[in-house]
């Protein structure tokens, strides 16, 4: 457990004190929202209507940007190679790096929301859902992205092959986080994310381990 | 009583050996495209000519002999990326690996052409090329699936690890293929009450059934024939690579 902590703490003082990328997705995160008005004009009852597809796709983008980050720099100056045989599994270093990936990458991305959520004239309780939505569903892109940066890892070119894997496969997150707007069907949506993104958390570490272990060989 | 340190392999991996399948996959070619191209003619004959129209679609009905095989494929290449996925993670097989890789581009074909049927087809039944209905909207995303593979194979240079990486991919999007499945149609019902295949309930006449069996069958057909020859053509393009770079090494050291 210490060992698995003092790997969440490295990643998270590696992210914020070089290179500032948290800052930089959040200003991503930010500006996706931005360009859209600009895109379907100023006109606000539609905004509002498009507000939480807007600010999920945003969330999806910057989260397929930030999947570069996460094994890449580690497998080039070669602490991948140590993490391998450390006292943890490497299961479980991916599980840690991906908890440290999420604090760093989604956390504040659900702290830029209100942002978005006054550019995009959200009410509250739309901000409230799409909030509580993408807090529930950031985890299973979080862990998708980990199996996508894990397949790439060992590539010099094709750093576009992640996203595109990717993308397909996180659809039904996609899905049932747009679905939690809905006051009908929102409540089996949001069941449904919460399973979603247990799942997919607890299946990707291995999933991503055991590419990480075939491309490391 | 002596035991033999060396294994002796069984009847399926002898016969899952590269220069083994080369030379018994040979003799499956030939009757395989005979076969083929028998069951195309009379697919053929028996959808355009033995076949009634709808009394609804008319002539459009078929459509569906191109249509349902080639659904039927774009669901059974997967199975068979899956299940040689499994063949490489496992035995680490090459086999296996060269299986995956000749199975991709077939299978995002027969999806292309499924949608792109489909399409033709939901113009003057449906009147609109695409309609976001569950099955279509899956069948695309198994195609983008499916391109997201093929571009994994080519990101790699080096193909006995890509084999390896790309069956977890497999894997990965076996797995999560019955969720997106299962996803899509949710939100399908959450956007529009009734879908377009609830409405039809099919029953066809014999002669229709008996030319979409037989198209089911050719269309198969030249599946199993286009896989084998192209995982020849992948083993025999391995081969001339190890072949290039060894001339290339003698070529550095003499």
């Known amino acids: 457990m210490n060992a698995f902590l003092a790997l969440i703490a490295r990643e998270l003082k590696l992210a914020f004190r070089a290179g500032g990328e948290a800052m930089v997705l959040v200003l991503f995160f930010v500006m996706v929202g931005v360009i859209v008005p600009f895109a379907i004009g100023p006109d606000r009852p539609m905004l509002t209507k498009l507000s939480p597809g807007i600010v999920w796709i945003a969330a999806f983008l910057s989260t397929l940007l930030g999947l570069d980050r996460l094994f890449r720099a580690d497998d080039e100056d070669g602490s991948l190679t140590l993490l391998r045989f450390s006292v943890l599994p490497l ?24 942002i978005l959520a006054l550019l995009l ?22 862990a998708f992205g980990a199996i996508g940066a894990a397949v790439t890892v060992g590539l010099r070119r094709g750093g576009l092959v992640a996203p595109v894997l990717i993308l397909p496969l996180a659809i039904p997150v996609m899905i049932f986080g747009v679905g939690m707007m809905d006051p009908m069907t929102g409540g089996g949506a949001t069941l449904f994310l919460l399973a979603l993104s247990l799942v997919v958390t607890a299946f990707s570490p291995f999933a991503a381990a055991l590419a990480l272990r075939t491309a490391g060989e | ?27 499956f070619i030939w009757p395989l495209a005979i076969l083929t ?22 002539d459009m009905v078929r459509v569906m002999y191109i249509h349902v095989p080639n659904a039927w494929l774009s669901m059974l290449v997967y199975g068979v990326m899956t299940s040689a996925a499994l063949g490489s993670l496992v035995w680490r097989h090459p086999l296996a690996d060269v299986t995956n890789k000749a199975a991709a ?6 999806t292309a052409i499924t949608l ?23 069948e695309l995303v198994l195609l983008f699936i499916y391109l997201g593979i093929i571009a994994l194979w080519r990101a790699f240079d080096d193909q006995s690890k890509a084999g390896r990486i790309v069956a977890i991919v497999t894997l990965v999007g076996a ?19 009734a879908t ?49 770079r060894q001339a290339a090494l003698k070529g550095v050291s003499a």
């Open chain 2, 116 to 138: 792109f049927t489909g399409s033709l087809w939901g113009r003057p039944t449906w009147g609109t090329f695409w309609e976001w209905d569950g099955r279509m909207t899956s």
């Open chain 2, 175 to 193: 797995i999560n293929i019955p969720i997106i499945h299962f996803s899509v149609e949710w939100w399908n019902t959450l956007h529009q009450g």
């Open chain 2, 37 to 58: 191209v028998i069951s195309f003619a009379a697919g053929l004959y028996f959808s355009f000519f033995a076949s009634p129209e709808d009394y609804q679609m008319g």
């Open chain 1, 91 to 114: 299961e479980a270093i991916v599980f840690g790096k991906l908890v440290a990936h999420w604090l760093v990458t989604a956390v504040p991305l659900l702290l830029a929301t209100p």
């Open chain 2, 105 to 110: 581009p077939l299978g995002a074909v027969f």
């Open chain 1, 121 to 142: 004239s959200m009410s509250f309780e739309q901000w409230g859902r799409t909030a509580l939505a993408l807090l529930i569903g950031t985890p299973a892109l979080t």
């Open chain 2, 1 to 27: 009583m002596s035991v033999s340190a060396v294994k002796q392999p069984n009847w399926f991996s002898r016969l899952a050996h590269p220069g083994q399948f080369l030379s018994w996959s040979r003799y």
């Open chain 2, 196 to 244: 377009v295949f609830t409405s039809s309930g099919p029953r066809m006449p014999g002669s229709m059934l008996v030319a979409l069996f037989t198209m089911l069958f050719a269309f198969t057909f030249l599946y199993a024939l286009l896989q084998i020859v192209r995982m020849r053509t992948e083993i025999l393009r391995r081969r001339a690579e190890t072949m290039r």
